[in-house]
């Protein structure tokens, strides 16, 4: 066989085409390429110019682009005999994967000598000839062609397809981290198409239901898997709402999450202390959650989670204690590190088509429109439950005291039946709440039934055409309120 080779990734390149010459084939390879070989002591390796007659050129950006090299891999069997007629060799291997795009830097220049032509289309030509063609993309794949090979003296069809539409899949890939670094280089607004550049991170035993078939897919894995059972699609789901609730917070916090809403949450100086908190603010609801802590773990903390039972853990960092701990103590938990925040965009199908938008500021105003103004307490606690009122599902309803949610009321179609949800969860906890609305209040008997509740203040967007009325109603109760400017729905 005649091989072409050119690898920027060049994981185990040298043990591959040693094999490959072992068997007799011709190798072919670019310069870098045939230099790392020769390096590694792999001998008679053809550069490309035995194949086209010219030296690569313009620093590289030409070696590749030659009718002899694209007529080599593009003939099918039948046109073999065409090939002889113009002294051209056949190629039957391509072994390319591409410049390393996605790691360069921000500048310009470099971005620009880093996207790949000659590669890509070496790629998508030994592809599309697949009947005859065997194009190898990714070094996983190098052991299981030497064992096909090694057993049955060349590639099979059935392993030649696979290996094709792995490499349409590549270079699209790679196409889409092009568009994508490119447009958000030069625009601040949505771009004119969405081009997804993901490959699968793991296929999921399920998704939300057992009959449903579901993976995870990502370009730069943030998160990274410790132990504990296989991770799920509703996993997933949850620690994502854990990871974004504690980030917004600079003090230590705990965010304990279940089907995809806070049950509780706190923050505070004390990492033992956020834990109880959060944890005795809906109890019940916490068996079965997942927990996401802004902080590393250490083995105090650990312990305490020994007497109820979660689903995961989500945290920046865990010391080698804790670890031991939950391996011996909690076998089952999913213990999951997170390195920095989530992306600041969504991207969800819809209709027969997707819904795209990139997540705006999320500074309020401040704007107290009560007579009276909040106290120290009640201004922490109303900033504090903002925060976490942006992450439930709205219409959104959330109480809190001392940095701690006290009661919760989630995905209600009417608001005031959120208020009257989390005041039933929040019980006598309740009194001396404040309370925070993701949507502004449009009827006073919002701040009614939260006076009922015992709460002494509110925060809400504010912008219904009866604010007036509600401002009024809550100066008549006593009650603070702040006006945010700003709607934090989550649906």
Same mark, same amino acid.
């Given at each position: 066989?005649?091989?072409?080779?050119?690898?920027?990734?060049?994981?185990?390149?040298?043990?591959?085409?040693?094999?490959?010459?072992?068997?007799?084939?011709?190798?072919?390879?670019?310069?870098?390429?045939?230099?790392?070989?020769?390096?590694?002591?792999?001998? #008679?390796?053809?550069?490309?110019?035995?194949?086209?007659?010219?030296?690569?050129?313009?620093?590289?950006?030409?070696?590749?682009?030659?009718?002899?090299?694209?007529?080599?891999?593009?003939?099918?069997?039948?046109?073999?005999?065409?090939?002889?007629?113009?002294?051209?060799?056949?190629?039957?291997?391509?072994?390319?994967?591409?410049?390393?795009?996605?790691?360069?830097?921000?500048?310009?220049?470099?971005?620009?000598?880093?996207?790949?032509?000659?590669?890509?289309?070496?790629?998508?030509?030994?592809?599309?000839?697949?009947?005859?063609?065997?194009?190898?993309?990714?070094?996983?794949?190098?052991? *299981?062609?030497?064992?096909?090979?090694?057993?049955?003296?060349?590639?099979?069809?059935?392993?030649?397809?696979?290996?094709?539409?792995?490499?349409?899949?590549?270079?699209? %890939?790679?196409?889409?981290?092009?568009?994508?670094?490119? %447009?958000?280089?030069?625009?601040?607004?949505?771009?004119?198409?969405?081009?997804?550049?993901?490959?699968?991170?793991?296929?999921?035993?399920?998704?939300?239901?057992?009959?449903?078939?579901?993976?995870?897919?990502?370009?730069?894995?943030? %998160?990274?898997?410790?132990?504990?059972?296989?991770?799920?699609?509703?996993?997933?789901?949850?620690?994502?709402?854990? %990871?974004?609730?504690?980030?917004?917070?600079?003090?230590?916090?705990?965010?304990?999450?279940?089907?995809?809403?806070?049950?509780?949450?706190?923050?505070?100086?004390?990492?033992?202390?956020?834990?109880?908190?959060? /944890?005795?603010?809906?109890?019940?609801?916490?068996?079965?959650?997942?927990?996401?802590?802004? /902080?590393?773990?250490? *083995?105090?903390?650990?312990?305490?989670?020994?007497?109820?039972?979660?689903?995961?853990?989500?945290?920046?960092?865990?010391?080698? #204690?804790?670890?031991?701990?939950?391996?011996?103590?909690?076998?089952?938990?999913?213990?999951?590190?997170?390195?920095?925040?989530?992306?600041? /965009?969504?991207?969800?199908?819809?209709?027969?088509?997707?819904?795209?938008?990139?997540?705006?500021?999320?500074?309020?105003?401040?704007?107290?429109?009560?007579?009276?103004?909040?106290?120290?307490?009640?201004?922490?606690?109303?900033?504090?439950?903002?925060?976490?009122?942006?992450?439930?599902?709205?219409?959104?309803?959330? /109480?809190?005291?001392?940095?701690?949610?006290?009661?919760?009321?989630?995905?209600?179609?009417?608001?005031?039946?959120?208020?009257?949800?989390?005041?039933?969860?929040?019980?006598?906890?309740?009194?001396?709440?404040?309370?925070?609305?993701?949507?502004?209040?449009?009827?006073?008997?919002?701040?009614?039934?939260?006076?009922?509740?015992?709460?002494?203040?509110?925060?809400?967007?504010?912008?219904?055409?009866?604010?007036?009325?509600?401002?009024?109603?809550?100066?008549?109760?006593?009650?603070?309120?702040?006006?945010?400017?700003?709607?934090?729905?989550?649906?």
């Amino acid at each position: 066989m005649n091989i072409i080779v050119s690898v920027t990734d060049k994981r185990n390149i040298e043990k591959f085409v040693q094999f490959l010459i072992e068997k007799g084939n011709e190798i072919y390879a670019t310069s870098g390429t045939k230099r790392y070989l020769e390096e590694n002591k792999i001998k #008679n390796i053809n550069d490309m110019e035995s194949i086209t007659g010219f030296k690569e050129m313009l620093d590289g950006r030409v070696k590749t682009l030659h009718p002899n090299i694209y007529a080599g891999i593009l003939a099918r069997n039948d046109q073999i005999n065409e090939l002889k007629r113009f002294g051209i060799k056949p190629i039957d291997m391509v072994v390319v994967n591409l410049y390393d795009f996605k790691n360069t830097g921000d500048d310009e220049r470099e971005m620009v000598e880093n996207i790949d032509i000659g590669g890509v289309s070496l790629i998508r030509a030994a592809a599309k000839n697949y009947e005859r063609v065997t194009v190898i993309t990714d070094p996983d794949n190098y052991d *299981e062609i030497i064992r096909e090979i090694g057993e049955n003296g060349y590639v099979g069809m059935e392993k030649r397809k696979e290996l094709a539409v792995k490499a349409f899949l590549y270079t699209s %890939w790679y196409d889409s981290n092009i568009f994508n670094r490119f %447009w958000n280089k030069f625009h601040s607004t949505i771009p004119p198409g969405i081009s997804v550049s993901s490959m699968i991170y793991e296929k999921l035993r399920y998704g939300e239901n057992p009959h449903d078939i579901a993976g995870f897919y990502s370009d730069s894995m943030p %998160w990274r898997y410790i132990r504990g059972k296989e991770i799920s699609y509703n996993n997933i789901l949850d620690m994502d709402v854990a %990871w974004k609730i504690v980030n917004d917070f600079d003090e230590p916090a705990v965010a304990i999450i279940k089907h995809g809403n806070p049950c509780g949450v706190s923050s505070g100086q004390k990492i033992d202390i956020v834990y109880d908190r959060a /944890f005795l603010a809906d109890s019940m609801s916490a068996y079965g959650g997942i927990i996401g802590v802004n /902080f590393k773990v250490n *083995e105090s903390f650990a312990k305490k989670m020994r007497n109820n039972f979660y689903e995961l853990i989500v945290a920046p960092d865990y010391d080698e #204690n804790s670890i031991e701990f939950f391996s011996k103590y909690k076998k089952d938990l999913r213990v999951i590190k997170f390195d920095g925040r989530t992306e600041n /965009f969504d991207l969800r199908n819809a209709a027969g088509g997707f819904l795209y938008q990139i997540k705006g500021n999320d500074e309020i105003e401040w704007n107290v429109v009560t007579e009276r103004k909040p106290d120290k307490r009640e201004e922490e606690d109303l900033r504090f439950s903002w925060n976490v009122v942006r992450h439930v599902k709205s219409n959104a309803i959330v /109480f809190a005291f001392n940095k701690t949610t006290t009661g919760i009321g989630a995905g209600q179609m009417s608001r005031v039946d959120a208020v009257k949800i989390a005041s039933m969860k929040a019980g006598e906890r309740a009194k001396n709440s404040v309370m925070a609305s993701d949507g502004f209040l449009p009827f006073v008997d919002d701040v009614e039934e939260a006076a009922k509740a015992g709460i002494t203040a509110i925060i809400q967007p504010g912008g219904s055409k009866r604010d007036n009325e509600v401002i009024k109603r809550a100066d008549e109760l006593n009650i603070a309120m702040v006006f945010t400017g700003k709607r934090a729905f989550s649906h």
